[in-house]
């Protein structure tokens, strides 16, 4: 969320183009009461088939806070 609300903004006006209007954040999977993390191994796989981009965003923005 920092970069995206903070950073980012300054980026962008440094290059005179608009800042983001809305910012969208979303919680952390838990996995075994554990945030998915490369380190731990316990992430699962990027690549879904039988969900949409738009069905993931969703469900994270609906559940995720």
């Known amino acids: ?5 903070i950073y980012l903004p300054g980026l962008l006006k440094k290059l005179n183009m608009p800042p983001p209007i809305k910012i ?14 490369k380190s731990f191994g316990n992430v699962i796989s990027p690549y879904w088939d039988n969900f949409s981009k738009e069905s993931v965003r969703l469900y994270f923005l609906a559940d995720g806070p």
Do not use: A, C
């Open 24 to 37: 969208f954040v979303h919680d952390h999977w838990l996995v075994n009461n554990r945030k998915m993390s």
């Open 1 to 5: 969320m920092k970069f995206h609300s």
